[in-house]
């Protein structure tokens, strides 16, 4: 932790004044919602449909699932004393609870992209070194990436059984098409 912040402050001075801005505010970004961020931008084939990708994937329906009855059994067998789709317990894997996001959207783009308020505007969400300085979470690699999945799919999971990342990743993968270009 201390590590990470002397690195972060390391690298905020060293950045060009205009990027140590945005730099900044990402701390104070806030949640947009799938909406705003796939309502319009993330969704023709051509960008690489990541909303229908997301909406046909578990993630879309996590919330949906604590609202049944096996969902409810668990929680009753732990001794919760609420439902589980009211307890915090099971809602920290299963949805983002923030203003302006829709509970029932689960697991949505910005528990994995970072709160969007900050890279949403087009002039920053084209260019990915300024998307990241505005509070974009950055992955260096596929060992990065897994990290991020294993932080919900791990044995604190009430259902956990295994989790083999290139066979997961390959389920909800939403890359942008390359242009023949490259
Ligand atoms: C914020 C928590 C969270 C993160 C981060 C997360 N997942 Fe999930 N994932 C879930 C939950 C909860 C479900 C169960 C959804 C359901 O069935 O209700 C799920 C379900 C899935 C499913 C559907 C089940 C299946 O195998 O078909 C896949 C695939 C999946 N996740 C892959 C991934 C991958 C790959 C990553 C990392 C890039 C990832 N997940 C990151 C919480 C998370
Ligand atoms: C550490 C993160 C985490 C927590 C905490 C968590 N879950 Fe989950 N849950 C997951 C993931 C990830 C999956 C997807 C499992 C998979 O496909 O491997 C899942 C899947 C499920 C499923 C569907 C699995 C099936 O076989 O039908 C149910 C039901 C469920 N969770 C209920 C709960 C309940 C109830 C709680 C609270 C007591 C809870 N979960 C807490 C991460 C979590
Ligand atoms: C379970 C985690 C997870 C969820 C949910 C998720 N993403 Fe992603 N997304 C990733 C990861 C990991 C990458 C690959 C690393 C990267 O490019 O940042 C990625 C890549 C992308 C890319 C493009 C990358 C490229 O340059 O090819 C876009 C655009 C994107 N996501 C948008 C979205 C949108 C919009 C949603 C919601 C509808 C969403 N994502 C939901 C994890 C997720």
Redesign the pocket.
């Known amino acids: 932790m201390q590590k990470t912040l002397v690195l972060l402050t390391f690298v905020a001075s060293t950045l060009a004044p205009a990027t140590q801005a945005l730099a900044q505010d990402a701390a104070a970004n806030t949640y947009i919602g799938v909406k705003t961020c796939a309502g319009i931008c993330h969704k023709s084939e051509k960008q690489g449909n990541q909303l229908g990708i997301w909406s046909q994937?578990?993630?879309a329906?996590?919330y949906?699932?604590l609202t049944t009855a096996k969902a409810n059994d668990i929680a009753k067998a732990k001794g919760l004393a609420t439902p589980a789709a009211e307890s915090p317990e099971c809602l920290q894997?299963?949805a983002l609870r923030a203003e302006n996001v829709e509970i029932k959207d689960?697991?949505q783009c910005e528990?994995?992209h970072g709160a969007g308020s900050g890279y949403k505007s087009n002039s920053i969400m084209k260019d990915r070194a300024k998307s990241i300085a505005a509070g974009m979470k950055e992955y260096k690699d596929d060992a990065a990436?897994?990290a991020?999945?294993r932080?919900?799919?791990n044995e604190k999971?009430p259902t956990f059984k295994e989790f083999n990342?290139a066979e997961?990743?390959a389920?909800?993968r939403h890359t942008v098409p390359k242009t023949p270009e490259g």
Do not use: Y
Request: charge should be positive; include cysteine.
């Open positions: 994937s578990g993630h329906q996590a949906v699932t894997c299963h689960g697991v528990m994995c990436i897994e991020q999945c932080s919900c799919h999971s990342f997961r990743w389920k909800i």
